[in-house]
């Protein structure tokens, strides 16, 4: 009997991979090899990245304090973050409240947005992922990533959302090949139906590999201000670097009423979670307490990563590294797509991108595959060539999401692996017309 109960992201019963060192963009695993990591979305810095290494060890002395104590840093790491990553944003910016992870607080957001409106719904937009807690999970709408089981016989089994869930149309364009929505788009006035009565609408920026533009989030945004629905931007994998801006919703003209971050804010170093809330919404708190207390929330050695994060990531000109490293990945991807007639649709932006595969839509996926789908066997020749592709537990999708800090002769790998796994994709799939 397996004594340790996990789960992996690629399916099939495939062996994962053992990690048991690092450097950089590599992995070392345990079989000796040296692999480039190519999808990492906490790994921000890469491995031991000396500024991460040196600021858990100075931290590591200091006394365990719970949130409910005053935490001189833990102040200082709101004040850096807002200073440093809203500067921008100082007509709008109010405070922040740290957690654990990015379901943590995207399950806070949720239900702050629920006690201040009186309603219960939450709309998001297909395909999301917002988390495996609570009112996140209810907002993930991806069935065999709900918290439930997947049937040796009889597909995934969701468990049932607590909340009523709305679900938007995502929007229709990608980069190449076709959208994959699901939902016939909506129109003003559907869009509008579906955000009437809710409490929140939170929308992501990369889940199910759609990266939609600024007219769809102005217009979501409208939609929810008319709704009187809040609007909370899912930044967890987005904020703080990875879209090559502060933040994704910084493409827009709206604005949020929170933002939501986590993964790599704290540097890889430790588990973190944040919750930004507007001035507005700061001020309709009125002075109430939010009474969320946890036993971990705000932790040193998570204060003390977000703090040396902000600091790389401004000494270092990380996120202007983004931009550049994105139109490389993106030219490249596009000639990639070209020469693969596996591959169906291609989108992203800065350093996350999707490359879907032509085969079953993703609704049909299912979590009891003993063989692995036509995604995972394409990230496992990518692994024999030495670079890890993830798949998003989706049977056709493949993501790259490399370290931020990776030189361009490591990009390069990382898509010229891309390239040749891609040939047994184009040889064990019947291609459809496109
Ligand atoms: C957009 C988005 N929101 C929330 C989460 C949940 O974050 P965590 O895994 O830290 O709970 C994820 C995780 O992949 C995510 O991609």
């Given at each position: 009997m397996k004594r340790l109960l996990s789960t992996g992201?690629?399916?099939?019963?495939d062996t994962v991979v053992e990690v048991i060192g690092g450097q950089g963009a590599w992995f070392h695993l345990s079989d000796g090899r040296r692999v480039l990591?190519?999808?990492?979305?906490?790994?921000a810095l890469g491995h031991a990245h000396p500024d991460m290494v040196e600021t858990v060890r100075n931290v590591a002395g200091h006394p365990a304090v719970s949130e409910g104590w005053a935490y001189r840093d833990r102040e200082l790491a709101a004040e850096e973050l807002i200073d440093v990553a809203f500067a921008g944003e100082t007509d709008w910016i109010g405070a922040v409240r740290f957690g654990l992870s990015g379901s943590e607080v995207n399950d806070l957001a949720l239900s702050l947005a629920q006690a201040l409106t009186g309603r219960a719904p939450i709309a998001t937009r297909e395909?999301?992922?917002?988390?495996?807690?609570?009112l996140s999970r209810d907002v993930t709408v991806q069935p065999h990533w709900h918290g439930g089981l997947s049937l040796m016989a009889g597909g995934v089994r969701p468990v049932a959302p607590n909340t009523e869930v709305r679900v938007i149309s995502a929007p229709?364009?990608?980069?190449?090949?076709?959208?994959?929505?699901?939902?016939?788009p909506d129109d003003d006035a559907a869009l509008r139906a579906k955000l009437d009565g809710t409490a929140a609408t939170i929308i992501d920026y990369t889940q199910g590999g759609i990266y939609h533009d600024a007219a769809y989030q102005d217009r979501v945004a409208a939609a929810a201000r008319d709704a009187g629905s809040l609007w909370i931007?899912?930044?967890?994998?987005?904020?703080?670097?990875r879209s090559g801006r502060?933040?994704?919703?910084?493409?827009?003209t709206s604005r949020p009423d929170m933002v939501t971050m986590g993964k790599a804010l704290a540097g890889g170093a430790a588990p973190i979670g944040a919750v930004i809330l507007s001035k507005d919404l700061v001020d309709r708190l009125g002075?109430?307490?939010?009474?969320?207390?946890?036993?971990?929330?705000?932790?040193p050695v998570a204060m003390a990563g977000v703090r040396t994060y902000l600091r790389v990531l401004q000494r270092d000109n990380l996120l202007a590294r983004v931009t550049e490293l994105g139109e490389i990945i993106r030219n490249r991807l596009l000639v990639i797509a070209q020469k693969h007639?596996?591959?169906?649709r291609i989108d992203g932006r800065g350093m996350h991108w999707t490359v879907e595969l032509h085969g079953p839509h993703w609704r049909d996926?299912?979590?009891?595959?003993?063989t692995a789908p036509l995604a995972s066997r394409v990230s496992a020749r990518a692994l024999g060539l030495g670079v890890v592709i993830g798949t998003s537990g989706e049977q056709t999708s493949l993501f790259i999401a490399p370290p931020?800090?990776?030189t361009d002769a490591e990009i390069g790998q990382i898509l010229d692996t891309l390239d040749e796994a891609l040939l047994l994709a184009d040889a064990e799939m019947e291609t459809p017309a496109r």
């Open positions: 992201l690629n399916a099939g019963s990591d190519g999808s990492n979305t906490a790994g395909r999301s992922y917002h988390g495996l807690t609570g229709v364009s990608s980069l190449y090949g076709e959208r994959v929505a699901d939902l016939p931007a899912d930044e967890v994998v987005t904020g703080a670097g502060w933040f994704a919703f910084q493409g827009g002075g109430s307490a939010w009474q969320a207390y946890s036993t971990y929330r705000g932790h007639p596996s591959v169906a996926w299912r979590g009891d595959t003993m931020l800090i990776v």
